[in-house]
């Protein structure tokens, strides 16, 4: 059974840094997608970096630059670096994952609906 717990959330100014963790438990092989969403009050959850089977990072548009995907094989930890944090990053922040059958997992991220396993979430929030 795999479970994600996510951590790290905070209330931060304008400009400052967090790091996000999420620990992952019962995934014990290397088929799956993980992936960093977050979700504004009134607003859809959105897609914003994915960890493919073979290591590669992506990232949307948003935030590109500014926010780091990676993962700790021994901790079995997903992280989320956030740089140069905004207002509009404001929001909860999610960890999921899904096994992936082929297909990108970068791809996966505009359908949150496709992952199978999400975390509990974790409150980011950024004052001007």
């Known amino acids: 059974q795999v479970q994600l717990v996510e951590s790290g959330g905070a209330s931060v100014q304008t400009g400052g840094s967090l790091r996000l963790s999420c620990a992952a438990s019962g995934i014990t092989d290397r088929r799956y997608c993980m992936a960093w969403f977050r979700q504004a009050p009134g607003k859809e959850r959105e897609g914003l970096a994915s960890?493919?089977?073979?290591?590669?990072?992506m990232y949307v548009n948003s935030v590109k630059g500014r926010f780091t995907i990676s993962k700790d094989n021994a901790a079995n930890t997903l992280n989320l670096q956030m740089n140069s944090l905004k207002p509009e990053d404001t929001a909860m922040y999610y960890c999921?994952?899904?096994?992936?059958?082929?297909?990108?997992?970068?791809?996966?991220?505009?359908?949150?609906?496709?992952?199978?396993?999400w975390g509990q979430g974790t409150q980011v929030t950024v004052s001007s």
């Open positions: 960890l493919s089977i073979a290591g590669a990072a």
């Open positions: 999921a994952a899904t096994e992936l059958r082929g297909g990108s997992c970068f791809a996966l991220l505009s359908t949150p609906a496709r992952f199978d396993y």
